[in-house]
């Protein structure tokens, strides 16, 4: 959407996320690109390691 000229705002509306959340990712976006948007997977702890029987 941004590469289209979406203003952050109008991702917000869509994507209905909050408007600092889009303007977040549209600075991540012009600094890194797309692949800076990517997700990096559940954040957290890992759960425990299972023990074998």
Known sequence: MFAQGIAPSQ???RLRV???SA???HA???EAGV???RSK???GRPPPA???R
């Open 35 to 37: 692949e800076a948007l």
């Open 11 to 13: 991702v917000a509306r």
């Open 28 to 30: 991540r976006w012009r």
């Open 23 to 25: 303007y977040a990712w």
């Open 41 to 43: 997977g559940p954040s």
């Open 50 to 52: 299972r023990q074998k």
């Open 18 to 20: 909050s408007r600092k």
